[in-house]
C-alpha cells in the first residue's frame, strides 16, 4: 500500500480521535465516580477531637420569638454525644435525607447541631421553614472554612461526635434508614458515645 493510501484514513478518522479519547476518559471517570460508596471515604479526624470552631447563629432562624443558636466546638464536649449534619439549601441529596432528619431530631435524647455550609441566609431560612427545622443550634459556615476543618467532602455528611467532644463516626452523603438504625443510634446511645473497642 502506498503512503497516500495509508494516510487517507488518518486523514478522514483523525479528528475525531481527540474527541474519542475524551470520550473514554470522560467514561472512566464517571464509573469511577458512582461505582464507590462515599461513606467508606476515610476521614483522618475519626477518634480525635473535633476541631477548634465558633460559628454564628443562621441569621434570622427563629425558634418561636427566639433565635435558633449557633455553635462552636466547645459546645460538642458538654457530656452527651452530639449529631452534628453539614447541609445546605441547595443540596438536593440534603432534601432526601431531611425526614429521617426531622425523626430524629424529634427523637427524645438526640442533639442534633447543623453547619449550614456555603448559603445564603435567606435561601437556608426558606428550605428549613419548608421541610422543617429538626436542628437544637445552626452555624452558618459561609467560607465553608469549618467544613474544610472537619475534612467535609461534600454536602451532606453527617458526623457523631461524643460527649467529650471526640468524633466517633461519619457518614458521607445522604442518611439511610439503616445507617441511621444501625450505626448512629447504637453510638448515640452510648453514655459518651464511644464504640466499643
Not at 452530639?82 to 435524647?109: D, K, M, R
Not at 445507617?179 to 446511645?189: F, T
Amino acid at each position: 500500500m502506498s503512503e497516500e493510501g495509508r494516510a487517507a484514513p488518518l486523514r478522514r478518522f483523525g479528528p475525531m480521535l481527540p474527541l474519542a479519547i475524551f470520550a473514554v476518559l470522560a467514561g472512566l471517570f464517571w464509573y469511577a465516580l458512582r461505582s464507590g460508596d462515599p461513606s467508606l471515604l476515610p476521614s483522618t479526624l475519626i477518634g480525635k477531637k473535633a476541631p477548634e470552631f465558633s460559628l454564628p447563629p443562621l441569621e434570622g432562624l427563629l425558634n418561636g420569638a427566639d433565635q435558633v443558636p449557633g455553635f462552636a466546638a466547645s459546645d460538642l464536649a458538654k457530656g452527651e454525644p452530639t449529631l452534628v449534619n453539614v447541609f445546605a439549601s441547595w443540596c438536593l441529596e440534603c432534601q432526601h435525607e431531611h425526614p429521617l432528619l426531622l425523626a430524629l431530631g424529634g427523637t427524645p435524647g438526640v442533639r442534633l447541631y447543623g453547619i449550614d455550609y456555603k448559603d445564603d441566609p435567606e435561601a437556608a431560612r426558606r428550605f428549613l421553614g419548608r421541610y422543617g427545622n429538626p436542628y437544637a443550634r445552626v452555624g452558618a459556615d459561609r467560607s465553608g472554612r469549618v467544613a474544610i476543618d472537619f475534612g467535609v467532602y461534600g454536602v451532606p455528611e453527617t458526623y457523631v461526635v461524643t460527649g467529650d467532644g471526640t468524633i466517633a463516626y461519619r457518614h458521607v452523603g445522604p442518611l439511610t434508614g439503616d445507617v441511621v438504625k444501625d450505626k448512629i443510634l447504637p453510638l448515640l446511645a452510648k453514655p459518651n458515645g464511644k464504640p466499643e473497642d
